[in-house]
């Protein structure tokens, strides 16, 4: 109905059109405001909104309402048309079956000094969302990750290893154990052990046996906690990429540059680019010591995957602090005459603090991400119990994972990517208010109404009253969202979408007898629960929670 509308305002206009939706429904189910035509036709907006509502067609009743156009679409033909699609696709509902653009998307680039920590759930959880509301608009997508396991910071943690690690094994989660050093390292730091760590690194470049054999031990450590972790959050990539692997072919393509005049040295023998034209001032792509930056080898890991993937657009999953980096990475590229590199796109996201402030690294001051996965699970299982005492164990681990990370990733999905987060375990996992477990209930409670009235008979659409034709507008709606989602690269809309029309499902509950309702009405109902349910399922899918039947 929104397509025909805009079709019918485009025949007058001549021109694309956007809709609004009312904020109250009697003033209609899509408005077009007035206002931008004024300039143009030279009329006040209120009279080019009468002359409109007397000349635009269609299967819809129109009326002027100020300034705006008011549409009121044929209720019983909508719910028609949106429960018999939803019915026919099911788990196809909200997906674009055209062939759409080949997308990388990079998530979530750990440095191997360190464990996973909150931050980096929010990094994973915004990169699989995206990755899955791409995949729905039709694109191939491929999910590469790039592991940092060189540079001054990895010097940092295997120079305290060194001095005070004793050869010491793992006595607890491997990243967690390497961490441990980098904390020991920022406790000790001094002018002394900065220079040491920069030479441990120079040491690294030459090959050094010793320096090389002690990073492969600590970089195995990280990596085996890590991938223990994706395990634990069901995450996986097509493709790693190791800094370690390709900064020398970075080296070589700054060194070719400076041979060819793109970039030059400065007064202390760093290899720089003046973007100063761009507003970015100059960048060091060389440090003086011969030793490479974090710009220089993503400058050859963007060209390295270019080469194995082709793709037509790349989306870098990077926290706000990173945004210079980037907007000097794609300068570059560009400069290098790389075309793919206006295709790149850096999605930017918040912090994520705690209730006692900002998380620090260095300090030892984080949320490891296991300890909060742990953590949310014994949460989500405490609820459980109060509902269910005589559950079984099995049963209760089962439900605590599915609620409990799906509590997680709801909570911080449902915040736009670039707001800091005030992250709270407890808030999150409630089964009231604007929370994932919320949503599943929603889900929970169609799955029990179907599960005690069977889906047959007549079918009258007519019999429908308001909550339930606002429940079915809510739902036509789904497929927009998604569409939105994935163009803005906004989990966000996704999520809030499922809460409204979880809201919407529990106030036509609320007032609406489902079971109870006579043949046909029953019948319309069911499948309008059944509906409701799927759309629930497919949008908890698109951001990867499970919708479970029982909580």
Same mark, same amino acid.
């Given at each position: 109905?929104?397509?025909?509308?805009?079709?019918?305002?485009?025949?007058?206009?001549?021109?694309?059109?956007?809709?609004?939706?009312?904020?109250?429904?009697?003033?209609?189910?899509?408005?077009?405001?007035?206002?931008?035509?004024?300039?143009?036709?030279?009329?006040?907006?209120?009279?080019?909104?009468?002359?409109?509502?007397?000349?635009?067609?269609?299967?819809?009743?129109?009326?002027?309402?100020?300034?705006?156009?008011?549409?009121?679409?044929?209720?019983?033909?909508?719910?028609?048309?949106? =429960?018999?699609? *939803? &019915? @026919?696709?099911? $788990?196809?509902?909200?997906?674009? !079956?055209?062939? +759409?653009? %080949? #997308?990388?998307?990079?998530?979530?680039?750990?440095?191997?000094?360190?464990?996973?920590?909150?931050?980096? =759930?929010?990094? *994973? &959880? @915004?990169?699989? $969302?995206?990755?899955?509301?791409? !995949?729905?608009? +039709?694109? %191939? #997508?491929?999910?590469?990750?790039?592991?940092?396991?060189?540079?001054?910071?990895?010097?940092?943690?295997? =120079?305290?290893?060194?001095?005070?690690?004793?050869?010491?094994?793992?006595?607890?989660?491997?990243?967690?154990?390497?961490?441990?050093?980098?904390?020991?390292?920022?406790?000790?730091?001094?002018?002394?052990?900065?220079?040491?760590?920069?030479?441990?690194?120079?040491?690294?470049?030459?090959?050094?046996?010793?320096?090389?054999?002690?990073?492969?031990?600590?970089?195995?450590?990280?990596?085996?906690?890590?991938?223990?972790?994706?395990?634990?959050?069901?995450?996986?990539?097509?493709?790693?990429?190791?800094?370690?692997?390709?900064?020398?072919?970075?080296?070589?393509?700054?060194?070719?540059?400076?041979?060819?005049?793109?970039?030059?040295?400065?007064?202390?023998?760093?290899?720089?680019?003046?973007?100063?034209?761009?507003?970015?001032?100059?960048?060091?792509?060389?440090?003086?010591?011969?030793?490479?930056?974090?710009?220089?080898?993503?400058?050859?890991?963007?060209?390295?995957?270019?080469?194995?993937?082709?793709?037509?657009?790349?989306?870098?999953?990077?926290?706000?602090?990173?945004?210079?980096?980037?907007?000097?990475?794609?300068?570059?590229?560009?400069?290098?005459?790389?075309?793919?590199?206006?295709?790149?796109?850096?999605?930017?996201?918040?912090?994520?603090?705690?209730?006692?402030?900002?998380?620090?690294?260095?300090?030892?001051?984080?949320?490891?991400?296991?300890?909060?996965?742990?953590?949310?699970?014994?949460?989500?299982?405490?609820?459980?119990?109060?509902?269910?005492?005589?559950?079984?164990?099995?049963?209760?681990?089962?439900?605590?994972?599915?609620?409990?990370?799906?509590?997680?990733?709801?909570?911080?999905?449902?915040?736009?990517?670039?707001?800091?987060?005030?992250?709270?375990?407890?808030?999150?996992?409630?089964?009231?208010?604007?929370?994932?477990?919320?949503?599943?209930?929603?889900?929970?409670?169609?799955?029990?109404?179907?599960?005690?009235?069977?889906?047959?008979?007549?079918?009258?659409?007519?019999?429908?009253?308001?909550?339930?034709?606002?429940?079915?507008?809510?739902?036509?709606?789904?497929?927009?969202?998604?569409?939105?989602?994935?163009?803005?690269?906004?989990?966000?809309?996704?999520?809030?979408?499922?809460?409204?029309?979880?809201?919407?499902?529990?106030?036509?509950?609320?007032?609406?007898?489902?079971?109870?309702?006579?043949?046909?009405?029953?019948?319309?109902?069911?499948?309008?629960?059944?509906?409701?349910?799927?759309?629930?399922?497919?949008?908890?899918?698109?951001?990867?929670?499970?919708?479970?039947?029982?909580?």
């Amino acid at each position: 109905m929104e397509e025909e509308i805009k079709k019918a305002l485009k025949k007058i206009l001549k021109k694309d059109v956007e809709l609004e939706i009312p904020p109250d429904s009697s003033l209609g189910d899509y408005a077009f405001p007035c206002f931008p035509l004024a300039k143009e036709f030279k009329k006040n907006p209120n009279d080019i909104a009468i002359e409109l509502s007397e000349k635009i067609k269609g299967d819809f009743r129109v009326e002027a309402k100020g300034a705006y156009l008011n549409f009121f679409v044929d209720k019983v033909k909508r719910s028609k048309t949106i =429960l018999g699609k *939803i &019915f @026919l696709e099911k $788990s196809r509902y909200g997906v674009v !079956s055209k062939k +759409g653009k %080949k #997308v990388l998307v990079e998530s979530p680039g750990p440095n191997t000094n360190k464990p996973l920590h909150l931050g980096h =759930l929010r990094n *994973i &959880f @915004l990169g699989v $969302s995206v990755k899955n509301i791409l !995949s729905a608009l +039709g694109n %191939k #997508v491929v999910m590469v990750d790039i592991v940092n396991d060189r540079g001054v910071h990895i010097s940092k943690s295997m =120079l305290a290893y060194k001095l005070y690690g004793k050869n010491k094994k793992p006595d607890m989660k491997s990243d967690h154990f390497v961490g441990e050093y980098y904390v020991i390292y920022n406790k000790k730091a001094n002018e002394e052990m900065e220079k040491k760590a920069q030479e441990l690194l120079v040491k690294w470049e030459k090959g050094d046996k010793e320096t090389v054999s002690l990073w492969k031990e600590m970089n195995k450590w990280a990596l085996d906690g890590f991938n223990e972790t994706y395990k634990n959050v069901g995450f996986k990539v097509d493709k790693v990429y190791y800094e370690s692997e390709h900064y020398k072919e970075g080296k070589k393509l700054v060194l070719d540059g400076l041979k060819k005049g793109i970039f030059k040295k400065n007064e202390k023998g760093a290899v720089v680019i003046d973007l100063s034209k761009e507003g970015l001032g100059d960048k060091v792509l060389l440090r003086e010591d011969g030793t490479s930056v974090y710009v220089t080898q993503d400058i050859s890991l963007a060209i390295k995957r270019y080469k194995d993937f082709k793709m037509d657009s790349m989306v870098y999953v990077v926290g706000n602090e990173q945004i210079y980096h980037f907007n000097v990475l794609f300068k570059i590229l560009e400069i290098l005459g790389y075309k793919f590199a206006k295709n790149c796109y850096h999605l930017v996201y918040g912090m994520v603090n705690l209730p006692e402030g900002k998380m620090k690294s260095r300090e030892g001051k984080v949320v490891d991400a296991d300890d909060l996965i742990s953590g949310m699970i014994d949460l989500a299982m405490k609820e459980t119990k109060k509902r269910y005492e005589k559950i079984s164990k099995k049963e209760l681990l089962k439900r605590g994972r599915i609620i409990g990370l799906g509590a997680l990733r709801f909570y911080i999905l449902k915040y736009d990517p670039l707001k800091d987060i005030l992250f709270n375990p407890e808030e999150s996992i409630s089964f009231e208010g604007d929370t994932g477990p919320y949503v599943q209930y929603a889900h929970v409670r169609c799955s029990s109404i179907l599960g005690h009235g069977k889906l047959s008979g007549k079918i009258d659409y007519k019999l429908f009253n308001e909550y339930d034709h606002e429940l079915v507008k809510v739902l036509s709606e789904f497929s927009g969202i998604v569409e939105k989602a994935g163009m803005d690269y906004k989990p966000s809309l996704v999520a809030n979408y499922l809460l409204e029309l979880a809201k919407k499902f529990n106030e036509f509950y609320s007032r609406n007898p489902v079971l109870k309702a006579k043949c046909a009405l029953k019948n319309s109902r069911l499948k309008l629960v059944y509906c409701t349910r799927q759309v629930l399922k497919n949008g908890l899918s698109l951001l990867g929670i499970d919708a479970p039947d029982e909580m």
